[in-house]
């Protein structure tokens, strides 16, 4: 096991077998939109599993530590951090979290020990998420470009070079381990890349929740997205460049439609539960799945509900 990774407990005691893993790190070129963070938070904490030592992944002069003060006193500080979580999703299936900020240093290390950690749970599948800046108004459906190891996306044939964030970097290394790699992107109105659009948020999630099977708790994040225009609206509102660049937008956008390559997930018109809902279902369902066989799982796997 590489020298970067400290695990909290015995990392030979690992009894479950975990197929799913999924990559939240901020920050990079393709972070817009708090997406990863959003999910991350959505999903919950989790039991911390591993963490990546800061001191060696991390150039504390572009990723500083922060100071709480309290009352001009400092109280705490908090690094930098890289970490691997076990959570699960609403219906109680596990699945590995990679969660915190994007390392500057050592990227071939860190991609050994996440490899090292994948195939001891026994992943089958790895998830990289985040944001585009575009050109695209936050009237309009998000759009999402997925891409991975040797996949190519439909009606998606031209050939670039580009650099890439720590995430799409697994992508490539796991994809090339043999491991099932896709880097999920949503694209973010270039006016919204430095807040959380929750939108784009929940299509991300929505996208990984049906490839995977897993239960991730879009909901929550469908219902925030609810009232973004509205809070977007109240803050630009009364500014009327902001009105004239959203209209020409819409129109560029309703010209064009979606980009060539990007794929639209659900249009959103299905209820979506409140949390005591979700709570119930979630309850309703442990019960059932303590009095039967745990049934198999995987991308074409359909759940009792559907």
Not at 132 to 146: A, K
Request: hydrophobic share 35%; glycine share 10%.
């Amino acid at each position: 096991m590489t020298d970067l990774l400290e695990f909290t407990s015995d990392p030979d005691e690992t009894p479950q077998q975990i197929t799913t893993l999924i990559c939240a790190v901020g920050g990079g070129p393709f972070d817009a939109g708090g997406i990863s963070g959003a999910i991350g938070q959505s999903i919950g904490e989790g039991e911390l599993i591993a963490s990546f030592d800061p001191d060696l992944i991390f150039d504390f002069r572009s990723e500083r530590p922060l100071i709480t003060f309290e009352n001009g006193a400092m109280t705490r500080m908090t690094d930098p951090r890289l970490d691997v979580h076990i959570v699960e999703d609403i219906e109680g299936e596990k699945l590995l979290l990679l969660r915190g900020n994007e390392p500057d240093l050592r990227w071939h290390s860190l991609a050994e020990g996440v490899l090292q950690l994948a195939t001891q749970f026994g992943v089958e599948k790895f998830y990289a998420l985040g944001g585009l800046p575009s050109g695209i108004p936050h009237t309009r459906p998000v759009d999402l470009l997925i891409r991975g190891y040797r996949k190519s996306q439909p009606d998606q044939e031209s050939s670039y070079i580009q650099s890439v964030n720590f995430s799409e970097f697994l992508v490539y290394t796991l994809g090339a381990a043999g491991i099932d790699t896709s880097s999920v992107l949503a694209r973010v109105p270039f006016y919204l890349v430095n807040s959380v659009y929750a939108a784009a948020a929940g299509a991300v999630a929505t996208y990984v929740a049906d490839d995977s099977g897993l239960a991730l708790p879009v909901g929550d994040l469908e219902r925030v997205a609810q009232t973004e225009s509205d809070q977007i609206e109240a803050a630009y509102g009364e500014q009327e460049d902001f009105h004239n660049l959203v209209t020409s937008l819409e129109q560029e956008y309703d010209t064009e439609g979606p980009n060539t390559g990007f794929i639209i997930p659900s249009d959103g018109t299905t209820e979506i539960p409140t949390a005591d809902e979700l709570g119930e279902a979630a309850e309703q369902f442990l019960a059932r799945r303590s009095t039967r066989p745990k049934r198999k799982r995987g991308r074409h796997a359909k759940r009792d509900d559907e």
